[in-house]
């Protein structure tokens, strides 16, 4: 194939149906424009969307399998501690022979990649990386020319609790969109004209569908709150904002070929509440009788049955302020792990990574996940069997295997038995509607478990709708909660729109979202590089 000049343009947390909607009501022109001329295809990213990794899996073309990475939180078997890491991996065009401006991908180590120049981590959802630029001066002249990001405060904003707030949020979002075109257009045209592959990516999408989903899901149970009408029209109009914005680097790059994606689907959130607070309070009374957390007294009489917080409640602070003291105790303690548990880590992680590697001198993101409810119950995790993993997404339990976790209580003759007891005791619990509130359960076939890493879990649980609370014959009632996040990466596809690439146009159907980067490549003309996952959408 004829090396192209290609402009990816990442549409972070962008929910296909979603966006059909808006595209027949004539409300997003430009993506309904490229997708009419263009390929297109529903990219299914499988159980991998469960990893929170999405665009790591961009950034680096690896699946979890072989980037040695199933989630983004790190557990320390020697001491128990844990932490969330961004990436150590290298990105996929490291090696290429091309010349590369990035403006915002995330796990995009600009580091790691001397062929490419850009800014990465300016205003990324789950940025990944650190903020860097290279020439290391183009941050500061970004900077200068248009400011900081306008919408810090709100990436991860929970507003579903304020109309004001929520109104705030997305105005906040939609000016960051518009100050985001204008700085993608200033690199690729006045700054950096000279490249081979452009990469943009558009990560207001995700924080405004993950905040605003009861906007526009009739069926979320929090649909007919006061909230709900503004946030829907919010939601829209951060989308419109990214339309206008694919719409301009479109139109100021007639000739190229353009390829518009998104990793995964998004919807209404199944997971913060049963991961982050049932699942651990139910193995914590599984194994000692009693609870640690007390639901306030106001989640469990109101008349709809769906717990509220206050207009200007915090949704960390609400539900930690319901744990027994016990559990704040540990808070204290744990912060004296930190730097010795990651120092004890990065012998394993190089050996993992076998012959792929590691970007030299990396010092890899680091945050603390103390904020999560989950993580009030790490000081009983030695002397539990099975305990809960903080998560982003579906529960993920840890066995306390002997010879594996330094107070491991679990025998290696036992450990079979025991995920089985554990699936047949959690296929008991009932949601809110009295239904099953587990879909499945995952886990890792023909691994040694005394070899399992530390991003990896014994036992994965997929839920199947928004639970607020469940049910359990033997450990009774746990909940209500209420909402966290109200939209999550639950939508089953995300989308690839490609445009002037000599392909008749057209609906190609369903390919998996590890094609997306084999694609690219051979768009560029280059060979793929060795260990690459997925094949090309054009093959």
């Known amino acids: 194939m004829n090396k ?39 990219l299914d990213h499988g159980a991998a969307t469960r990893t929170g990794l999405a665009w790591e899996h961009f950034s680096t073309g690896l699946r979890p399998e072989a980037a040695k990475r199933w989630s983004a939180v790190y557990f320390n078997r020697h001491d128990y501690s844990i932490w969330q890491e961004g990436t150590t991996l290298p990105p996929f065009v490291k090696n290429l022979d091309c010349k590369i401006v990035a403006f915002d991908p995330p796990y995009f180590d600009l580091n790691c990649a001397e062929n490419t120049l850009g800014v990465v981590n300016w205003g990324a959802h789950d940025p990944g990386v650190r903020s860097t630029s290279r020439p290391a001066r183009l941050h500061t002249e970004l900077m200068e020319r248009f400011g900081s ?24 979002l939609t000016n960051a969109v518009n100050i985001r075109s204008e700085i993608a257009l200033w690199l690729l045209q006045d700054r950096l004209p000279d490249w081979d592959l452009g990469i943009v990516v558009i990560g207001e999408l995700h924080s405004a569908t993950e905040t605003f989903w009861h906007g526009v899901d009739p069926g979320h149970p929090l649909y007919n709150i006061p909230s709900a009408q503004p946030a829907g029209e919010q939601l829209r109009e951060v989308y419109r904002a990214a339309d206008r914005m694919v719409n301009k680097l479109v139109s100021a790059f007639p000739d190229v070929t353009v390829m518009a ?46 717990p ?38 990065s012998k394993f992680r190089r050996a993992s990574m076998g012959g792929m590697g590691l970007c030299k001198n990396k010092q890899p993101l680091k945050m603390s996940v103390d904020w999560m409810p989950v993580m009030r119950y790490a000081p009983y995790w030695p002397k539990m069997e099975a305990f809960v ?40 619990c009932k949601d809110m509607t009295g239904d099953p509130a587990i879909e499945r359960f995952e886990q890792q076939e023909g691994v040694d478990p005394h070899l399992l890493h530390p991003t990896a879990a014994d036992l994965v649980v997929v839920w199947r709708e ?64 060795d260990g690459l996952s997925g094949q090309s959408l054009l093959n």
């Open 466 to 529: 928004s639970t607020l609370s469940i049910e359990h014959p033997q450990s009774g009632r746990i909940g209500p909660v209420p909402f966290r996040r109200t939209g999550g990466h639950t939508g089953p596809y995300g989308i690839a729109y490609l445009a002037n690439a000599g392909i008749e146009p057209g609906d190609y159907g369903i390919r998996s979202a590890f094609d997306v980067v084999p694609t690219i490549v051979q768009l560029l003309g280059e060979l793929p590089p």
């Open 261 to 306: 994606i998104s990793m995964g689907g998004m919807g209404r959130n199944n997971s913060d509440i049963p991961s982050m607070v049932l699942l651990p309070e139910l193995f914590h009374r599984k194994s000692f009788g009693q609870s640690l957390v007390q639901t306030s007294p106001k989640w469990n009489n109101l008349g709809d049955g769906i």
């Open 4 to 42: 192209r000049k290609i402009l990816v343009i990442g549409l972070d947390g962008y929910e296909q149906s979603f966006g059909n909607l808006m595209m027949e009501a004539g409300e997003l022109p430009a993506l309904q424009e490229l997708k009419n001329r263009g390929a297109n295809w529903l």
């Open 389 to 428: 993993l903080p998560s982003f997404y579906d529960g993920r339990i840890r066995i306390n295997l002997a010879g594996r976790e330094q107070h491991g209580i679990v025998p290696l003759n036992r450990y079979t038995e025991l995920l089985d007891e554990l699936k047949a005791y959690l296929w008991q």
């Open 308 to 345: 509220k917080l206050d207009t200007n409640e915090h949704w960390s602070k609400a539900i930690n302020l319901r744990f027994l003291k016990a559990g704040h105790k540990h808070r204290k303690e744990k912060k004296s792990f930190g730097k010795r548990a990651i120092k004890m880590f």
């Open 149 to 172: 990001y306008p919408a810090k405060d709100w990436i991860y904003g929970i507003t579903w609790q304020s109309v004001e707030q929520t109104v705030l949020m997305g105005e906040k």
